[in-house]
């Protein structure tokens, strides 16, 4: 088991920033894929952004490349998404996700998720 707590989100105008983290209990996130998913009330889940182990490997959601960026700092066993230039749009719960395979957009291919993290953005 891979437990994942995110944290960060909260209420922020539009245009704004949040700063979420995926922290995982007790255990390395060195060999791990890690991926951000969101849901919207009355929609599936989708696919934000994943960074493989080495982060050599990025991919974004075309409807978030040039405003999220997903460092990552394995060092502090904690993965990370940047949020800028948020939109109304982007309200949504936000999930962290972990898997041993390659980066991979689908949410079936991950193993382990968090609880989520509520984004609202007011227009």
């Known amino acids: 088991q891979v437990p994942l707590v995110e944290s960060g989100g909260g209420l922020v105008h539009a245009g704004g920033s949040l700063k979420l983290s995926c922290a995982a209990s007790g255990r390395t996130l060195s060999m791990y894929v890690m991926g951000w998913f969101r849901q919207a009330p009355g929609k599936e889940r989708e696919f934000v952004a994943a960074?493989?182990?080495?982060?050599?490997?990025?991919y974004y959601a075309d409807s978030v490349k040039g405003r999220f960026t997903i460092p990552r700092y394995n060092a502090k066993n904690t993965a990370y998404l940047q949020m800028n230039s948020l939109k109304s749009e982007d309200t949504a719960n936000y999930y962290c996700?972990?898997?041993?395979?390659?980066?991979?957009?689908?949410?079936?291919?991950?193993?382990?998720w968090g609880q989520g993290t509520q984004v609202t953005v007011s227009s």
């Open positions: 960074i493989s182990s080495n982060g050599g490997i990025i």
């Open positions: 996700a972990a898997d041993r395979g390659p980066p991979a957009t689908m949410t079936s291919v991950y193993d382990y």
